[in-house]
């Protein structure tokens, strides 16, 4: 079975301009989340979709960030315009519920740097 | 505010040695996790605790969740170098997403 899969690995762009990350979860998980790993601190919470639903969205950083999920399969993460401050490490991670469980698994990132 | 302490932050032992590794927290936690991190890769789950005073084990790695569910611990027998990582626990309340601690970065020295 594939895992979490995550595109691109590592991006490099300009203040100002737009990326696009990409994430495939695994098949039939229908809970996907979006975390990000700035340097020196946590992996912190962005986003949780549950198929094509936003379930909670309380973790995204401002307006510059869009995630979707259209037909609920893989999902996307736009950062545009890109600042200085949204470089890190983006992770996508997939799960399928366990009642009052929350497990995990997660893709090999993205690492963003924006120069 | 960080809601799960972790620590020691950096550890280096040589091989065959023991080592614990602490999570900790003032919050009550319904299930916890353990993920283990590769330079270059996503966490990897190691195990999942859900029961005050459980205790997992995974070949060399023993897991414990304290009896108040607000703090977990990791105890590596025998490190080998193939243990070296970074060791992150990871806590949610029912199905909500996973709150992070920072890590225990190990390096086993052979």
């Keep these: 079975e594939a895992g979490v899969t995550q595109f691109p690995s590592h991006s490099v762009i300009e203040k100002g301009q737009t990326v696009t990350l990409r994430c495939d979860p695994i098949s039939g998980h229908d809970n996907l989340y979006w975390y990000r790993r700035v340097m020196g601190k946590e992996i912190k919470f962005l986003l949780h979709f549950v198929k094509e639903s936003k379930q909670d969205e309380s973790g995204m950083p401002n307006n510059r960030f869009l995630a979707e999920r259209t037909g609920g399969t893989y999902s996307t993460l736009k950062v545009q315009p890109a600042e200085l401050e949204d470089s890190g490490v983006y992770f996508c991670a997939s799960s399928q519920h366990r009642k009052g469980v929350t497990e995990a698994f997660f893709g090999q990132g993205t690492r963003l740097t924006v120069v | ?110």
């Design chain 2, 1 to 110: 505010t960080q809601l799960l302490e972790q620590s020691p932050q950096f550890l280096s032992i040589q091989e065959g040695e023991n080592l614990t590794v602490y999570c900790n927290s003032s919050s009550v936690f319904s299930s916890l996790q353990w993920y283990r991190q590769e330079p270059g890769e996503g966490p990897v789950l190691l195990v999942t605790v859900v029961t005050g005073g459980e205790v997992k084990k995974l070949k060399r790695l023993t897991f414990q969740f304290g009896d108040a569910r607000k703090d977990s611990s990791l105890h590596i027998t025998a490190a080998q170098p193939g243990d070296t990582g970074l060791y992150l626990c990871a806590g949610a309340w029912g199905n909500t997403p996973l709150v992070f601690g920072k890590g225990t970065r190990l390096s086993v020295i052979a």
